[in-house]
C-alpha cells in the first residue's frame, strides 16, 4: 500500500482512520495512558494550521474576500467571551472549528492527497461491515459516556428513531458513521468513474443509519455521477445554488411563520421538529444571549453549549443557523461569496472539479438538515469547498 508521509497527508489519513474507528478506540483507551491518543489528529491539524497560517497571510493578503473573514472571525471571537458562559465555552467552540480550518490550508495539497486510493478503499470496507454487523450484533461500546474534567462526553451515541436503532458501527455516532462512509465511497467511486457494487453496499450501511439527510445526499450523488456527463454546466451551477438558497431560506421561514403539521408521513417528522421548534429556538437564543448582527460568537450554539450551557443548548441543524449563532449578519456575506464564486467559477468534465462539485453537493445538501460543521469529516471537506470556489485561480496541486 503506497501512502505518502508528508505532514498534510498523514494528518488526513488519521483523521479518517480514528473517525471510523472513533467509539472503538475511545471505549478501550478510556482508563489506559494511551487515551490521549484520540485527540492526536485535532492535535496534528492545529499543527498544519500553524506551520500553513503565516504563508497564507501573505498570498491571500489582497484579496478582499478572505480579508473580510479574518476579520469576521476575530469578531466572532471577542463576541463568543461576551456573550458565552466562560472562556472554555469560546476554546471549546475553536476546538470544533479546527477542521474547517484545516480543510482550508491543505486545499492545494488534497487531490495529492487522494492518490492513495488503496487506504480510502480499506477504511471503506471496513466502515461498512461496522455498520452491518451492527444489525445483528450489539457492540460494548453503544451508548458509553465518561467525564473529563468533571463534564460528560458523550462516547457514543445510542438512539433511536420510533423505536428503530440508528446503527453507528465502529464510528462515534450514526450520521459521523454515515459521513465517513459517504465520504469514501465519494473517493471510491470517482476513481471507478462508475456505480459498483461498493457504492450499493455504502447506500445498504447509510440505510441502517437511517440519517435521511445523508440518504438524500446519497441519492442526489448517485445521479450526479450516473448523468454528469450529460448535465450542461449552466444546470451544474443552478442546482448548486438552489441548494445554497434551500439551506438558508428554510430556516429564515421557519423564524417569519408558524409552522404547523407539515408532515404525514413519520419519514419527515424529524424535518417538522426543526422547522417548528429546532430553528426558531436556535433565533429566540441568538436575540436572547447575543444579537442578530453578531450572533453569539465562536462557541455560542452546539456541543459547546451542551458543555458549558445545557440549560439553553440548541444543536442549529443547519449549517445556515449555525454561522449565523456564530457570525450573525456574517453567514450573509460568507453565502453570497459562495453563490458569487460559484456563478463565475468555470466547472469543467476534469477530475478535479468534477470531485470539489460532488463534495459540495455533499456538504451543502446535509447541510440543510445538520449541522455539519461538528462532524469533522464534513467540516473539512467545507473547508475546502469553500476555498475552491472562492479561488478565482484553476486548482493547482503544489
Not at 46 to 52: A, G, K, M, P, T
Request: one cysteine or more; aromatic letters at 18%.
Amino acid at each position: 500500500m503506497k501512502v505518502s508521509f508528508n505532514l498534510e497527508g498523514f494528518t488526513f489519513y488519521l483523521v479518517l482512520f480514528m473517525g471510523v474507528f472513533n467509539s472503538v478506540f475511545r471505549y478501550y483507551l478510556l482508563d489506559t495512558p494511551f487515551f490521549p491518543i484520540v485527540y492526536v489528529p485535532q492535535l496534528l491539524m492545529v499543527l498544519v494550521i500553524s506551520i500553513h497560517f503565516i504563508s497564507f497571510l501573505t498570498q491571500v493578503k489582497i484579496k478582499r474576500t478572505f480579508f473580510i473573514i479574518l476579520w469576521m472571525l476575530l469578531l466572532a471571537l471577542i463576541c463568543g467571551v461576551i456573550y458565552t458562559n466562560t472562556i472554555l465555552q469560546v476554546f471549546m467552540g475553536i476546538y470544533i472549528l479546527v477542521p474547517l480550518f484545516y480543510g482550508f490550508v491543505m486545499y492545494s495539497f488534497f487531490e495529492r492527497i487522494l492518490s492513495d486510493k488503496h487506504f480510502y478503499t480499506v477504511i471503506l470496507i471496513i466502515g461498512i461491515i461496522g455498520v452491518l454487523v451492527n444489525i445483528v450484533y450489539v457492540f460494548p461500546w453503544e451508548g458509553f459516556h465518561y467525564e473529563v474534567y468533571g463534564k460528560e462526553i458523550e462516547g457514543n451515541r445510542l438512539w433511536t428513531t420510533l423505536g428503530k436503532r440508528r446503527l453507528s458501527g465502529l464510528g462515534r455516532s450514526s450520521f459521523e458513521t454515515a459521513g465517513y462512509v459517504l465520504f469514501l465511497a465519494i473517493i471510491y467511486v470517482l476513481k471507478k468513474s462508475r456505480i459498483t457494487v461498493v457504492w450499493i453496499l455504502v447506500g445498504a450501511a447509510i440505510y441502517f443509519t437511517d440519517t435521511k439527510g445523508i440518504i438524500l445526499t446519497y441519492l442526489i450523488i448517485s445521479l450526479l455521477i450516473v448523468f454528469w456527463e450529460h448535465i450542461s454546466l449552466g444546470s451544474k451551477k443552478i442546482g448548486l445554488i438552489v441548494i445554497l438558497l434551500i439551506n438558508f431560506v428554510l430556516p429564515l421561514l421557519s423564524w417569519t411563520f408558524s409552522i404547523d403539521d407539515i408532515a404525514s408521513v413519520n419519514f419527515l417528522r424529524s424535518f417538522e421538529m426543526r422547522l417548528q421548534d429546532v430553528w426558531p429556538d436556535a433565533y429566540k437564543l441568538i436575540l436572547e444571549s447575543g444579537n442578530l448582527i453578531t450572533g453569539r460568537g465562536i462557541g455560542g450554539i452546539g456541543v459547546p453549549q451542551n458543555i458549558f450551557e445545557s440549560e439553553k443548548s440548541n444543536p442549529a441543524d443547519n449549517l445556515f443557523v449555525y454561522l449565523v449563532a456564530i457570525f450573525g449578519l456574517g453567514a450573509f456575506i460568507i453565502y453570497a461569496f459562495l453563490m458569487r464564486g460559484i456563478y463565475k467559477k468555470q466547472i469543467t468534465n476534469i477530475p478535479v472539479d468534477k470531485l470539489f462539485y460532488i463534495l459540495s453537493i455533499y456538504v451543502f445538501v446535509y447541510g440543510i438538515t445538520t449541522n455539519i460543521i461538528e462532524l469533522p469529516v464534513m467540516s473539512i471537506c467545507l473547508g475546502l469547498v469553500f476555498r475552491y470556489w472562492m479561488d478565482n485561480k484553476n486548482y493547482e496541486a503544489k
